[in-house]
């Protein structure tokens, strides 16, 4: 069965950064990509990035360009995504989601990893 | 970016009904489009994909139609378990992948 299982919550001051993870198992890591998505409360969900696990080529939005990267360890069947700068309006819950088919739609999810950005 | 629009923002409807959701994008995403399914304190669940297509494990009283610009999620005889918010995706033009706003299913 596939799962893939976030990082714990995380806090974090104002200009920090933070890595969070995604531990893949169930499936042949390398064969499919990974997306991050970020959704405040009450908030539409907000597509981050992605990365092509076989290749490690990545796409980012272009809001998150400058601040977010993704990484994977094929080894560890994990991928990884930094947020540098933090804000305050990064406090939220991070998503990571496996591209069901390359095509860039989801399933499954991971369980979700809260960021809380304060001073 | 492709902008999309879901109504109507709450939906209240009674166990055994059916429901019916929109979605529009602001241009043509063809029929790359999915619906997710989210309940309090747990992650998107896909629904349906390429607009008509149901996810493994979805229930058949779960149905997708459109393409183009509009979308309907239609599900029939309502459960309990399927009280929850409904996203739409489009993934025809991507960066950035872009969701609708969701539509809330609550009971009447």
């Known amino acids: 069965q596939v799962h893939l299982v976030q990082s714990g919550a995380e806090v974090r001051k104002p200009g920090a950064s933070v890595k969070i993870s995604c531990k893949t198992s169930g499936y042949t890591f390398t064969n499919y990509a990974i997306h991050w998505v970020r959704q405040a409360p009450g908030q539409r969900l907000e597509w981050m990035g992605w990365i092509n696990t076989g290749n490690g080529n990545t796409k980012y939005s272009q809001k998150f360009q400058d601040r977010v990267t993704i990484t994977r360890d094929t080894t560890a069947s994990t991928v990884y995504m930094e947020v540098n700068s933090l804000k305050s309006e990064d406090s939220t819950v991070y998503f990571c989601?496996?591209?069901?088919?390359?095509?860039?739609?989801?399933?499954?999810w991971g369980q979700g990893t809260l960021v809380t950005v304060s001073s | 970016e492709i902008v999309m629009a879901q109504s109507p923002a709450t939906l209240s409807v009674s166990p055994g009904e059916k429901a019916t959701l929109s979605c529009r994008a602001s241009q043509s995403v063809r029929s790359n489009l999915a619906w997710y399914q989210q309940k309090p304190g747990q992650a998107p669940r896909l629904v349906i994909y390429s607009a008509s297509t149901r996810a493994a494990g979805i229930p058949a009283r779960f149905s997708g139609s459109g393409s183009g610009t509009d979308f309907t999620l239609t599900i029939n005889s309502l459960q309990s378990e399927d009280f929850a918010i409904y996203y739409c995706q489009q993934y025809n033009d991507w960066p950035p992948i872009t969701f609708g706003p969701g539509t809330k299913i609550d009971l009447k």
């Open positions: 989601a496996r591209d069901y088919s390359g095509r860039g739609f989801f399933a499954p």
